[in-house]
């Protein structure tokens, strides 16, 4: 079965900057896009970011200038540099891949393969 799992989420005081990572099984990378959202608690599932197999990146509005999506496709892995954090990017993200339907990419049920989520928290 296909997995998809997080890591590198963790607390970090404002201004500070965490790596996420996405390592998947029995799935490559770099056959289809891929994907990061985020979801705090009471809200609805985000689109953070978005990686297509043309290169093309998407962003948020919110997180334009201080995230990057990237991947490393030997290691099967994809990323998501977060930098500038502010207490507002606190939120369980996940790692998305496989772009099924023709939806926008910050629509959640565009996406077919989910991670189960990595807990970021940023103070002020």
């Known amino acids: 079965q296909v997995r998809l799992v997080e890591s590198g989420g963790g607390s970090v005081q404002a201004g500070g900057s965490l790596k996420l990572s996405c390592s998947a099984s029995?799935?490559?990378?770099?056959?289809?896009?891929m994907a990061w959202f985020r979801q705090a608690p009471g809200k609805e599932r985000e689109g953070v970011a978005a990686?297509?197999?043309?290169?093309?990146?998407y962003y948020s509005d919110s997180v334009q200038g201080r995230f990057t999506i990237s991947q490393d496709n030997a290691q099967n892995t994809m990323y998501l540099q977060m930098n500038s954090l502010a207490p507002e990017d606190t939120a369980t993200y996940f790692c998305?891949?496989?772009?099924?339907?023709?939806?926008?990419?910050?629509?959640?049920?565009?996406?077919?393969?989910w991670g189960q989520g990595t807990q970021v928290t940023v103070s002020s």
């Open positions: 998305a891949a496989y772009r099924r339907t023709s939806t926008a990419w910050s629509l959640p049920a565009t996406w077919q393969y």
């Open positions: 029995d799935y490559t990378f770099n056959s289809a896009a």
């Open positions: 990686l297509y197999r043309d290169g093309t990146t």
